[in-house]
């Protein structure tokens, strides 16, 4: 999820559960923990796009990394309200909250992996041990159906009157925490539909796909994109979960030529096929004398062309020897009102 979402959920948590004991730090401290496992990006800024692709949501979303961190998080920040404590008399800095801030930190960190498990991008929940990413492909990486309701009340939260937070602050915390939870499995639920119906679907055009598999649309949880492939051969449909309606597949076949090949089995291109969960696809574009090779990650694609994604990676060459090693690149979706508005659509 974004770093907005994952801030708002480590609020909501402090109100929820820990704004009696705890005061008002509680919301701040409980946000910016949740932050705290998505350092692992800095990888990418000092060193180079494809370490980000290996390194992000590894050892800091492991799940012993919340416990652990967490608790020591926690008691930092109680020594920091203890020193305080002498001089001003901060009640967050008392013995008896040195467990609820290790709980409050430890609960933060955990959640954050939890919920980018819920995600297609894939999380390392058992790093270093494994390199295995986890995803159970229920929401996007970003939907304002889940954020709305954390903001919501955690603005509640931040106001006070008389000097006492407002009564129905934190019965909003939990209730948002218990709403925010509930659309997590009822994504899940729309996957497993549009899995479903996309398998019938197949069966009923006589085609045996080894693979399937479905992942939430951009900002859009009701639409899923699904990836049908067998071998080299790759169909890729939409299916609308709300309403019953034909599918129409587009398909295509992986070339076989060396260069693709080549690409996979590069450094880089490994490292890409992992991180994408093999859910690839290469394409060849020739320019003139140069022959540009790419391979694009399917879980994320352009809306007006599904068979190629938001990101992926690329090598040039020119009379068979390489010009431009393989690198990673991102491609922007362009913009129509067609496309704007298809990722706020519900039904049709």
Not at 85 to 113: A, D, N
Not at 192 to 198: H, W
Request: charged share 15%.
């Amino acid at each position: 999820m974004d770093l907005v979402t994952h801030s708002l959920l480590g609020a909501t948590i402090g109100q929820a559960g820990f704004r009696k004991k705890l005061g008002r730090p509680a919301l701040l401290w409980g946000s910016l923990g949740a932050l705290v496992p998505d350092l692992d990006v800095i990888i990418g800024y000092i060193t180079d796009p494809i370490a980000n692709l290996k390194y992000h949501r590894g050892i800091t979303h492991s799940l012993w990394f919340g416990p652990l961190v967490g608790m020591l998080l926690g008691y930092f920040i109680w020594r920091h309200y203890t020193r305080k404590r002498r001089l001003y008399k901060h009640p967050q800095g008392s013995r008896e909250c040195l467990f609820s801030w290790m709980l409050l930190m430890s609960l933060v960190l955990i959640t954050h992996p939890l919920l980018d498990l819920f995600t297609g991008y894939g999380t390392q929940l058992l790093a270093p041990f494994s390199n295995q990413r986890y995803a159970i492909n229920a929401v996007s990486i970003i939907d304002w159906r889940y954020t709305l309701p954390l903001f919501l009340s955690v603005l509640i939260g931040i106001f006070r009157s008389k000097g006492q937070p407002l009564a129905l602050a934190q019965p909003l915390s939990i209730t948002a925490l218990l709403f925010s939870t509930s659309f997590l499995f009822y994504g899940w639920h729309l996957n497993n539909k549009a899995l479903a119906y996309a398998q019938e679907d197949l069966n009923a055009r006589n085609q045996s796909i080894s693979d399937v598999q479905s992942y939430p649309l951009l900002f859009q949880p009701y639409r899923r994109h699904v990836v049908a492939r067998e071998g080299r051969n790759i169909c890729v449909t939409e299916v609308n979960t709300l309403i019953t309606h034909p599918l129409t597949w587009q398909c295509a076949q992986e070339p076989n030529v060396p260069q693709i090949n080549y690409l996979k089995q590069s450094s880089i291109g490994k490292t890409f096929e992992w991180f994408a969960e093999h859910q690839t696809f290469a394409e060849i574009i020739t320019t003139g004398s140069e022959t540009k090779v790419r391979l694009y990650d399917l879980r994320y694609p352009l809306l007006d062309s599904p068979l190629q994604g938001m990101w992926g990676i690329e090598a040039v060459w020119s009379q068979g020897i390489m010009q431009k090693p393989p690198h990673f690149f991102q491609q922007r979706p362009k913009f129509s009102l067609k496309n704007f508005l298809k990722l706020w659509e519900v039904g049709t």
